[in-house]
Each structure stands twice: as C-alpha cells, then as structure tokens.
C-alpha cells in the first residue's frame, strides 16, 4: 500500500518549511514506492484545504484524512506513516 501525504503550507508561513524538511526526510526513509507526497499552497487550492477541514498551516493530511495542525515531530510522522501503511486497503 502506498501512503500519499499532502502538506499544506502558505507563502508566509515561517513553519511551513520546518514541516515541509520534516515530511521530506520521513518520505525519503521510506522511499517513493511507499511514500508520494505532495505540497498545497492554500492560496492556490483553497478547495481541498477546506474540503479536509485545514484552518491554519502547516497542516498536513494522510490519504486524504487531515492528521495533523502545526508542525509534528519527525517521530509522530513516521508513526503516522507507519500505521497507515500497515492498514489493510478499505
């Protein structure tokens, strides 16, 4: 099963990299046949962000579920990641 992660971030948003490098390094553990993800500036995609309920950045949603508001420790995004990969395909 192959986990896609959206990080959503903003053009002033300071954290918004921290969380961006932190998601990078947790996907290339993992490797791009596990892991693809991609980034939402909400500027541009205001859709999506509501859609998943995101009301400030960074935020971050794993196969479409928004899991996380802030900026997580690598530890908790690699837990996330790992849980969702063993879940069997709903």
């Keep these: 099963m192959k986990v896609e992660i959206e990080v959503f971030s903003a053009p002033a948003c300071g954290k918004c990299s921290q969380a961006r490098e932190r998601l990078r390094a947790v ?3 993992f490797g791009t046949d596990q892991v693809q993800w991609r980034e939402v500036d909400v500027l541009d995609d ?3 962000a509501v ?3 995101v009301l400030s950045t960074p ?3 794993i196969n479409g579920e ?3 508001t802030g900026t ?3 530890k908790a995004l690699r ?3 790992e849980n969702r990969l ?3 395909p709903s």
């Design 46 to 48: 205001m859709e999506r």
């Design 72 to 74: 997580p420790s690598e």
């Design 27 to 29: 996907a290339e553990a």
């Design 66 to 68: 928004l899991v996380f």
């Design 86 to 88: 063993k879940r069997p």
């Design 79 to 81: 837990e996330a990641v």
């Design 51 to 53: 859609e998943l309920g």
């Design 59 to 61: 935020a971050i949603a």
